[in-house]
Nanobody
Framework: EVQLVESGGGLVQPGGSLRLSCAAS????????MTWVRQATGKGLEWVSN????????RYLDSVKGRFTISRDNAKNTLYLQMNNLQPEDTAVYYC?????????WGQGAQVTVSS
């Protein structure tokens, strides 16, 4: 069974940092591009970042460039999103998903709340 489990969310003050993790199982993680998507309350899904299978080709939403870093550890079957200088507008549920254009599997999401 394909599983993606996010962790590392929480409440942080503006300017703070969090690192999200996404533990993958049930498939060969290193064979897949991976994506982070977020959804703020009452809004639609917003693509945040993605990476290719090796982690060498990464893309970012303009508003998070320079603040967020996507990475992966294929030996640990884990995807990461390091988020620095968080702002209130980053508040959302963050999902990891398998794939880059077609997102074939999703995690349950991790809540990130940025508030003073």
């Amino acid at each position: 069974e394909v599983q993606l489990v996010e962790s590392g969310g929480g409440l942080v003050q503006p300017g703070g940092s969090l690192r999200l993790s996404c533990a993958a199982s049930g498939f060969t993680f290193s064979n897949y591009d991976m994506t982070w998507v977020r959804q703020a309350t009452g809004k639609g899904l917003e693509w945040v970042s993605n990476t290719d299978r090796g982690g060498g080709d990464t893309r970012y939403l303009d508003s998070v460039k320079g603040r967020f870093t996507i990475s992966r550890d294929n030996a640990k079957n884990t995807l990461y999103l390091q988020m620095n200088n968080l702002q209130p507008e980053d508040t959302a549920v963050y999902y990891c998903a398998r794939g880059r254009t077609i997102l074939g599997a999703w995690g349950q999401g991790a809540q990130v709340t940025v508030s003073s």
